[in-house]
Nanobody, 132 residues
């Protein structure tokens, strides 16, 4: 059975850090791009970051650039999102997704289209709450 399972969410104070994990089972990340998305209450799902299976290509939304770091451990079939300097506006349910999308580089529009079309495999999400 193909699954993506997120973990690592929780409650943290503003300025704090969390590391989210996205573990895949039933398939490997080879030839996939893996993305992190989030959805806050009353808002549409937005793309946060993505990484190629080789780890050679990454992209960050402007809202998290310099604060979040995405990485991949293919031996563990897991992608991580290290989140630092968290802000209350980072509060959301965070989802990971793996899809076969091939672009030489990523931008906000491509990530938004992925968020809208829901292509690929998706996890159930892990909640992140940042208190002020």
């Amino acid at each position: 059975e193909v699954q993506l399972v997120e973990s690592g969410g929780g409650l943290v104070q503003a300025g704090g850090s969390l590391r989210l994990s996205c573990a895949a089972s039933g398939f490997t990340f080879d030839d996939y791009v893996i993305g992190w998305f989030r959805q806050a209450p009353g808002k549409e799902r937005e793309g946060v970051s993505c990484i190629s299976s080789s780890g050679g290509t990454t992209y960050y939304a402007n809202s998290v650039k310099g604060r979040f770091t995405i990485s991949i451990d293919n031996a563990k079939n897991t992608v991580y999102l290290q989140m630092s300097s968290l802000k209350p506006e980072d509060t959301a349910i965070y989802y990971c997704s793996a899809a076969r999308k091939y672009f030489p580089s990523w931008n906000s529009l491509l990530l938004r289209l992925w968020a809208l079309d829901g292509d690929g495999y998706w996890g159930q999400g892990t909640p992140v709450t940042v208190s002020s």
